[in-house]
Structure formats: C-alpha cells, structure tokens
C-alpha cells in the first residue's frame, strides 16, 4: 500500500518512524509534546490518567489527502495515540494503519483505535494474568 508520511509519536516513535519511513520512502512526521517544535503547529490536548498533556505537529507536516501511518513503540490506554489520530485528522490526512511493538490489550488502547476506523498493528501483546 502507498504510504506518503510516517507520523512517529516522541520519542521513540521517532526511532521506529524513522526507520520505517526510510525504508518505504516515506516523508517523516514528528509527533511531539507541546513547545518542543519549532514553527507553526496545530495541537491536540488529551487527558492522561494523572491529568492532561498536549501533543502538536507542524500545520504543513502534512497535506490534505496523504495517506499516513502512524508509528510509536507501546499502546496502552490509547491516549497519545487519538491525539495523534486527531491532529493528522485536522490535518485531512487519510490515516492508513498504526504500528506498534508492543501492545497492552488490557488497557484498551487499541480498541480504542480500532472503534475510531484505524488499522492498528502490534508484534507482541501482553496481557495479565
């Protein structure tokens, strides 16, 4: 499947975003905590277990119509992740897949990706016992 950008969540989405962009000759999207990107951003609050945080991307990171998968290393309660859906979803980008190494199945975050129509997946799931 054709695949414009990577969007990889800070920062070890970075590492693995990186990576897979190179490989499919992709362009790289950061992901990245409120004032740590410099220029012009688009943000996305969202709430955490402990309180809220702020996640933002470039307003030209991305163009309307670009096919775009998201990347980060764990899925837990989802949070980051939704935020992320949500501000490559402002930014019209038609959002393809999300991959993740880790996967904590418990904690719903990716069901929570699922219901809201992103193909997510994972090479390992932990679940308790």
């Given at each position: 499947?054709?695949?414009?950008?990577?969007?990889?969540?800070?920062?070890?989405?970075?590492?693995?975003?990186?990576?897979?962009?190179?490989?499919l000759?992709?362009?790289?999207?950061?992901?990245?905590?409120?004032?740590?990107?410099?220029?012009?951003?688009?943000?996305?609050?969202?709430?955490?277990?402990?309180?809220?945080?702020?996640?933002?991307?470039?307003?030209?990171?991305?163009?309307e119509?670009?096919?775009?998968?998201?990347?980060?290393?764990?899925?837990?309660?989802?949070?980051?992740?939704?935020?992320?859906?949500?501000l490559?979803?402002?930014?019209?980008?038609?959002?393809?897949?999300?991959?993740?190494?880790?996967?904590?199945?418990?904690l719903?975050?990716?069901?929570?990706?699922?219901?809201?129509?992103?193909?997510?997946?994972?090479?390992?799931?932990?679940?308790?016992?």
């Amino acid at each position: 499947m054709k695949i414009d950008k990577v969007a990889g969540i800070e920062a070890r989405g970075f590492i693995l975003g990186g990576a897979v962009a190179h490989q499919l000759s992709a362009g790289f999207v950061p992901i990245r905590k409120k004032g740590k990107l410099p220029h012009h951003t688009r943000a996305v609050e969202y709430a955490l277990e402990y309180g809220q945080d702020t996640i933002e991307m470039h307003l030209d990171a991305v163009l309307e119509g670009e096919r775009v998968m998201l990347v980060d290393d764990l899925i837990a309660t989802g949070g980051t992740a939704l935020a992320a859906v949500e501000l490559l979803t402002q930014a019209k980008a038609e959002i393809i897949a999300a991959a993740f190494v880790v996967d904590l199945p418990e904690l719903g975050g990716a069901a929570k990706l699922r219901q809201a129509g992103v193909p997510v997946s994972t090479l390992v799931a932990f679940e308790g016992h």
